[in-house]
T-cell receptor
Framework: AQTVTQSQPEMSVQEAETVTLSCTYD???????LFWYKQPPSRQMILVIR??????QNATENRFSVNFQKAAKSFSLKISDSQLGDAAMYFC??????????????FGKGTLLTVNP | NAGVTQTPKFQVLKTGQSMTLQCAQD?????MSWYRQDPGMGLRLIHY???????DQGEVPNGYNVSRSTTEDFPLRLLSAAPSQTSVYFC??????????????FGPGTRLTVL
């Protein structure tokens, strides 16, 4: 069974600084996707960024980027120029890419990010 | 499109009561899922459906029933609520193709408290 581990229950960062959230996963699959979701106090689950395991290039979305190390099974999220609105719970998630697997994401336990002004 | 909608947003039940959490999507997605979120646990899959008339169990199915009579709707039923079912419940939908862009779309969640 696949597992996703987020080893940092809480992190804090100063506004305008950079922070990195860690995620490791365990799988025997070679074809899969990894995601970072943001959950603000509103509870809404918001997709931040996604990475396909077959792509060597790390995904980037504006101030958000990932460091995907497939051999190490590591998938960290870097937030640059942190803003107060980035304060939220962040979840790392995994989904395998075999046919018909798009009904299930496996989530880590989350990292609560605080942004200090 | 409204996306994925859930009702109610909040609910308080007494132990032993029954209720149905509603979920609907207007994106014509074949796949729908129910997750529960508990503090320190992330989201865990309760039940899922790969199409109308087809449902199956996820990681934590005990105490919950589902049915899928239409593509749009996927209600979650608690037959006899227990305090251990106090949680935030999320419904999600997705197309079946599994392409990178086809991730799950989440509803706003229902916070359920069982006294």
């Amino acid at each position: 069974a696949q597992t996703v581990t987020q080893s940092q229950p809480e992190m804090s960062v100063q506004e305008a600084e950079t922070v990195t959230l860690s995620c490791t996963y365990d799988t025997s699959e070679s074809d899969y996707y990894l995601f970072w979701y943001k959950q603000p106090p509103s509870r809404q689950m918001i997709l931040v960024i996604r990475q396909e395991a077959y792509k060597q290039q790390n995904a980037t979305e504006n101030r958000f980027s990932v460091n995907f190390q497939k051999a190490a099974k590591s998938f960290s999220l870097k937030i640059s120029d942190s803003q107060l609105g980035d304060a939220a719970m962040y979840f790392c998630a995994y989904r395998k890419n075999s046919g018909g697997s798009n009904y299930k994401l496996t989530f880590g336990k989350g990292t609560l990010l605080t942004v200090n002004p | 499109n409204a996306g994925v909608t859930q009702t109610p947003k909040f609910q308080v039940l007494k132990t032993g009561q029954s209720m149905t959490l509603q979920c609907a999507q207007d994106m014509n997605h074949e796949y729908m899922s129910w997750y529960r979120q508990d503090p320190g646990m992330g989201l865990r899959l309760i039940h899922y459906s790969v199409g109308a008339g087809i449902t199956d169990q996820g990681e934590v199915p005990n105490g919950y029933n589902v049915s899928r009579s239409t593509t749009e709707d996927f209600p979650l039923r608690l037959l006899s609520a227990a305090p251990s079912q106090t949680s935030v419940y999320f419904c999600a939908s997705s197309p079946p193709s599994g392409r990178a862009g086809d991730t799950q779309y989440f509803g706003p969640g229902t916070r359920l408290t069982v006294l």
